[in-house]
Structures are given as structure tokens and as C-alpha cells.
């Protein structure tokens, strides 16, 4: 487990060194390619699903644990899914940025970002103590 | 190039490396799979980027130790919380630095861009997955990824179009 958090610190080191140079943003492609017809960042959208895609099987070939089953999914779980999911692209592209820009913009000294980040990791603790316990009593 | 050779007394260009959208692209996706595949990113599946997620388990591990609350950690993080999200801090200060990009600038409307945070972040543990990791989870053969990540895109697409028609009126 000391493994995964020591990975995870290197990998987040690389590409966060990455996201900076490159001003990566995993809505700004489609909201680019909608404003300017830019494809900067839509192709790096389109690479990461495309590599990620061949990567998986390519991984576990070579001796990665293999994906797991995911089974199928139940409607109720689609439905909030889908709800997190339109949250997110609509507010990010309110906010002027994914996540992982986000936290790229902040440490390039972006003021709006850390006050997006206290905000960001608040939430954090508001769903699991508001908002989760919320959604399991409204749903049937 | 040109810059450093238009203005002779400027201050000389650094040295930067420069990395296009579709470099970052492929170097996220492979550290993504290799972290999940090879380093124990895992369980649950297809967990090796999430801002939000991994954001999530180091504030709520972190919670649990000084506050001894019972805050949701993913089963990844339970006995050393995932560091991707100071890694990222980290990897983008020191490109920052070193290119000259790094410069302090005033939030200039703090209060929306907190919402925003706690309002994205909220769709996102809902949802089970940040923007990154939606697709990562759609590239590995979750169903229910594809569909968050579809519900993404058209999120995008409406906030777009929205910003389009407040900006042109």
C-alpha cells in the first residue's frame, strides 16, 4: 500500500510537470474546438482514451494485474453517474478548467485556483458528511 | 527563438522544454494504466489519476487520523493515503519555476471560484470520477464510466454554448 502512495507521488510529480508545460485540460479540447476550432488540447483528450484503451490489455500481457469485471450497471447508478458527470464538464467550464488544471494553475501562483482548491477539498468532506447521506434517503 | 533575437537587450530566453496536448495525452494515459497495473493503485478499478477521488482520500485520511472520524477512504488509500494530488503541485511548481512561468496573482472572484471547487468536487465523488478519470474508466470497459464520461462532454458542450451566448450579448 506504501508502494501505491510512493508511485502516486512520482507519477503525480511527472504529470503535473507535464500538465504545466503543456496547459493540459481535460474540458478546454471540447470547449476550444466549440469557441476557436482549436484541436490542441482535444487531441490530448482523444490520445490519453485512445492509449489508455490499448494500454490496459497491453499491461496485463506484460505481467500488470488485469482489469477487473465491472458487471453491469443498475439504473439508479447510471442515473447519478450521469448527473456527477454533467456537473462536472458544466461547472469546470464555468470554473475555467478541470480539476487537474486547476491544481496546475495553483501552483503556477493562479490566486483563483487556491481559493478553487479550499473549495474543492471542502467538498470533499460536505459530500461525504451532507451530501452522500443526503442522496442514499431521497432515493427509494 | 525569434523573441530572444528581436529585443537584444531582453532578458535571455530560458530553456524550456515544451510538450504538446497530444504528448500530455499519452503520457497521462501511460501513467495512469501503470500506476493501476504495476504500483497497487487498486482497488477500485481503473484508479490510477482521479484529482478528485485521490484529492478526497488524503483529506479524509487525513481527517480520520486527527479528528478519529469514519470518512469514506477508497480501499487504495486505507492504509497510506495516495499523494498524486501534491505530486501534481509539486511537478507543476518546479515546471513553473524553471520555465519562469511562476508568478502570484490575486483571486479575482473568490467566493464563486470556492463554489465552483466544492460544486465540482461534489459531482465528481457522485459520479465516482473526475474528468481524467471518467475516461479512464471508459477506456478500461466501464459502462458506467462511458456514461458519466458522455454526461461530461455534453456538460461542456451546454456550458460552451452558454458562455458563447453570454459573451456575444
Known amino acids: 500500500m506504501t508502494v501505491a502512495a510512493i508511485a502516486s507521488l512520482v507519477g503525480g510529480i511527472v504529470i503535473g510537470f507535464v500538465g504545466q508545460r503543456s496547459r493540459m485540460c481535460f474540458v478546454g479540447g471540447i470547449r476550444d474546438w466549440i469557441l476557436v476550432r482549436d484541436t490542441f488540447l482535444l487531441k490530448g483528450l482523444v490520445a490519453f482514451g485512445l492509449v489508455a484503451w490499448i494500454a490496459f490489455p497491453l499491461s496485463s500481457l506484460v505481467g500488470g494485474a488485469p482489469v477487473g469485471e465491472f458487471g453491469r450497471p443498475d439504473m439508479t447508478a447510471l442515473f447519478l453517474t450521469a448527473a456527477g458527470g454533467l456537473g462536472v464538464g458544466y461547472v469546470s467550464v464555468l470554473a475555467n478548467g478541470c480539476p487537474f488544471r486547476q491544481h496546475v494553475l495553483a501552483a503556477q501562483g493562479a490566486g483563483s485556483s487556491f481559493v478553487y482548491l479550499a473549495g474543492f477539498f471542502s467538498g470533499a468532506i460536505v459530500f461525504h458528511t451532507i451530501a452522500s447521506p443526503a442522496i442514499l434517503t431521497i432515493l427509494p | ?169
Not at chain 2, 490510477?48 to 477512504?73: F, K, Q
Not at chain 2, 494530488?85 to 512561468?101: D, P, Q
Not at chain 2, 470520477?129 to 454526461?151: E, H, P, V, W, Y
Open chain 2, 1 to 169: 527563438m525569434t523573441e530572444s533575437e528581436s529585443e537584444p537587450g531582453a532578458v535571455k530566453q530560458r530553456r524550456t522544454t515544451r510538450v504538446t496536448g497530444l504528448q500530455a495525452g499519452v503520457i497521462l494515459a501511460l501513467v495512469a494504466v501503470a500506476a493501476g497495473a504495476f504500483f497497487e493503485v487498486r482497488p477500485p478499478e481503473a484508479y490510477g489519476i482521479c484529482m478528485a477521488c485521490h484529492g478526497r482520500d488524503l483529506i479524509n485520511w487525513s481527517a480520520n487520523r486527527l479528528a478519529e472520524s469514519r470518512l469514506t477512504v477508497a480501499p487504495a488509500s486505507l492504509v497510506f493515503p495516495l499523494l498524486t494530488v501534491v505530486g501534481v503541485l509539486i511537478g507543476a511548481w518546479i515546471a513553473a519555476v524553471a520555465s519562469g512561468e511562476f508568478r502570484w496573482r490575486r483571486p479575482r472572484k473568490p467566493l464563486k471560484n470556492f463554489v465552483y471547487g466544492m460544486l465540482v468536487m461534489n459531482a465528481a465523488l457522485l459520479a465516482a470520477g473526475c474528468s481524467i478519470r471518467l475516461l479512464l474508466r471508459t477506456s478500461a470497459g466501464d459502462m458506467l464510466g462511458a456514461a458519466g464520461f458522455t454526461a461530461m462532454a455534453i456538460g461542456v458542450v451546454l456550458a460552451t454554448f452558454w458562455l458563447r451566448r453570454r459573451a456575444l450579448q
